[in-house]
T-cell receptor, first 114, second 112 residues
Framework: GQQLNQSPQSMFIQEGEDVSMNCTSS?????WLWYKQDPGEGPVLLIA?????ELTSNGRLTAQFGITRKDSFLNISASIPSDVGIYFC??????????????FGKGTKLSVIP | DTEVTQTPKHLVMGMTNKKSLKCEQH?????MYWYKQKAKKPPELMFV???????INESVPSRFSPECPNSSLLNLHLHALQPEDSALYLC???????????FGPGTRLTVL
């Protein structure tokens, strides 16, 4: 099946620093989603991307849908302690929206040092 | 109402018990999902209901039995589980033809 390579696996940063993480695939995706999950909670949708080249912001978060449709990145600017958590990318491969089956990356665990 | 709710938050059960997990959403979403998530892993899809009909079963063992009584409710009935079934069980929902899935807070299940 489809696989997403998400990197880095984990990162430790100082409060106030910018963060970047990305997901790549060997095949084309029609949709890219970015989620954040706090310990013991469900994932929260941060940003959804639907068009190649699309750049979308949500507060301090910015995500882009790669031109090749095989990658996406998420940037967090001026990190704060509440940014701590696991960030998952997820994609909808191939044939179009609404086929229900998302492919998830393995997650990036972010730690912020005050 | 813009959230997915799940009950209970935590559940401990023995291998001979029967229990149920419940999920509710009032966003008018017509697709609902059950996922299983082990520690430090991404969610794994178990079941999908579309318009109250089971549309995807990802080869889940029969000791997990889903039910969708109406468009707002989703249940997962558990029977004769194994310790390896201990995990966070997540419910999600989405609008028709949308890939944006909204997750509930999960039920932390421990099987003794």
């Amino acid at each position: 099946g489809q696989q997403l390579n998400q990197s880095p696996q984990s990162m430790f940063i100082q409060e106030g620093e910018d963060v970047s993480m990305n997901c790549t695939s060997s095949s084309i995706f029609n949709t890219w989603l970015w989620y954040k999950q706090d310990p013991g909670e469900g994932p929260v949708l941060l940003i959804a991307l639907y068009k190649a080249g699309e750049l979308t912001s949500n507060g301090r978060l910015t995500a882009q849908f790669g031109i090749t449709r095989k990658d996406s990145f998420l940037n967090i600017s001026a990190s704060i302690p509440s940014d701590v958590g696991i960030y998952f990318c997820a994609g909808q491969p191939g044939s179009g929206a609404g086929s229900y089956q998302l492919t998830f990356g393995k997650g990036t665990k972010l730690s912020v040092i005050p | 109402d813009t959230e997915v709710t799940q009950t209970p938050k935590h559940l401990v059960m023995g291998m001979t018990n029967k229990k149920s997990l419940k999920c509710e959403q009032h966003m008018g979403h017509r697709a609902m999902y059950w996922y299983k998530q082990k520690a430090k892993k991404p969610p794994e899809l178990m079941f999908v209901y579309s318009y109250e009909k089971l549309s995807i079963n990802e080869s889940v063992p029969s000791r997990f039995s889903p039910e969708c009584p109406n468009s707002s409710l989703l249940n997962l009935h558990l029977h004769a589980l194994q310790p390896e079934d201990s995990a966070l069980y997540l419910c999600a929902s989405s609008r028709p033809a949308s890939d944006e899935q909204f997750f509930g807070p999960g039920t932390r299940l421990t099987v003794l």
